[in-house]
């Protein structure tokens, strides 16, 4: 056991219960491995623990293995989803489910070391109400991802008015409050690192070196992982449509200076002819213009459509907790 773990243990008002969320879809292969790094530092941590693992409509076995697993250990909480409904949707639950003084989302794929936890809750003694996870840095990743990584960041941060760490993902500790005011923020469509900034409450950071995949693949792909950068800004920025006034503007200033210059010209020299080729670049100009304008529109009216039907996060579809738990 590491010493963080040690510290806590001489220190006699360990948190009564902490809750693990985490969200699986396909890692099977990864469960035991996991659990066997994760149980032992949950015990060195806290009076009690639960981990409610999330089944997001996984095609292998996870959900088997896992009902497997409870008989072993009862303080495992499954949720099983009708469908996949995206990890977002997963965090959701989890929080809404989660009983703990203290709870903490983490990956299942064993690149959230569990060993960060006893450093996480040392700090949450220490008053701290959020203690956010850093990867120290993201060299197992490709040269790609990680330049997009950061530009979004650089973005996001940019143009809206809630800052999201770099390199910080769902991996942190969350004190009880935390989690309330969480819960009681209404949005169909979650962004979850934007949602756990705008909480806002006495922060700090950790470092940790983030390991790679146990077993089994990434299943956020650039599709994926572009979608969820466009939900993070469209999220928490009205940027992308105010920016049409300022580009609009120009475009009719220009627009109005040529006009006058066309009438000045022909004032002078007399009508003129030609000028297709100014005519139709013109044309197609703004007709992009126009274009992107309605598709950012449409972006934000889609998460309006969204929020207006009012259908619920995620559905359940089973609940396994074992008897002496619930
Ligand atoms: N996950 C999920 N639902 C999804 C996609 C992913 O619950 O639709 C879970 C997945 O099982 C893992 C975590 O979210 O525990 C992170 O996913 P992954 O490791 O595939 O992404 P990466 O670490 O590459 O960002
Ligand atoms: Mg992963």
Same mark, same amino acid.
């Given at each position: 056991m590491n010493s963080d773990a040690e510290l806590l243990r001489s220190l006699n008002d360990l948190p009564k219960l902490i809750s693990i969320i985490c969200p699986m879809k396909n890692e099977a292969a990864n469960l035991t491995a996991f659990l066997d790094r994760l149980i032992p530092v949950l015990q060195s941590v806290a009076v009690s623990y639960e981990i409610i693992c999330i089944?997001? !409509? =996984?095609?292998?076995?996870t959900l088997s293995k896992l009902l497997k697993l409870q008989v072993t250990y009862p303080q495992l909480r499954i949720v099983d989803f009708s469908r996949n409904f995206g990890k977002e949707a997963a965090l959701t639950c989890g929080l809404d489910l989660a009983r703990g003084d203290i709870v903490i989302p983490m990956d299942?794929?064993? &690149?959230?070391?569990?060993?960060t936890i006893s450093e996480m809750v040392l700090l949450w003694r220490e008053g701290y109400e959020v203690v956010l996870a850093k990867r120290q840095?993201? =060299?197992?990743? =490709?040269w790609l991802r990680r330049k997009t990584a950061n530009s979004f960041y650089r973005l996001h941060n940019q143009i809206s008015e809630i800052h999201i760490p770099a390199d910080? !993902?769902?991996f942190r500790l969350m004190d009880r409050k935390v989690v309330e005011a969480l819960k009681r923020l209404p949005e169909r469509r979650r962004f979850m690192k934007g949602l756990f900034a705008w909480a806002g409450f006495r922060q700090t950071t950790i470092s940790f070196a983030c390991e790679d995949r146990h077993a089994g693949r990434s299943n956020f792909t650039g599709w994926r992982l572009w979608n969820l950068a466009l939900e993070g800004i469209t999220s928490f920025s009205t940027l992308p449509l105010r920016i049409w006034i300022y580009i609009g503007a120009v475009i009719s200033l220009s627009a109005f200076t040529y006009a006058v210059y066309l009438v000045v010209r022909t004032l002078i020299y007399g009508p003129d002819v030609p000028g297709y080729a100014s005519l139709i670049t013109a044309l197609l100009f703004l007709g992009g213009v126009q274009l992107t304008g309605l598709g950012v529109l449409g972006e934000y009216i889609g998460r309006i459509y969204g929020e207006v039907k &009012?259908?619920?996060?995620y559905i359940i579809r089973d609940l396994h907790e074992a008897e002496n738990e619930s």
């Open positions: 089944n997001d !409509g =996984s095609d292998d076995d299942a794929d064993l &690149q959230h070391p569990p060993e840095h993201r =060299s197992n990743e =490709s910080v !993902g769902d &009012q259908r619920p996060v």
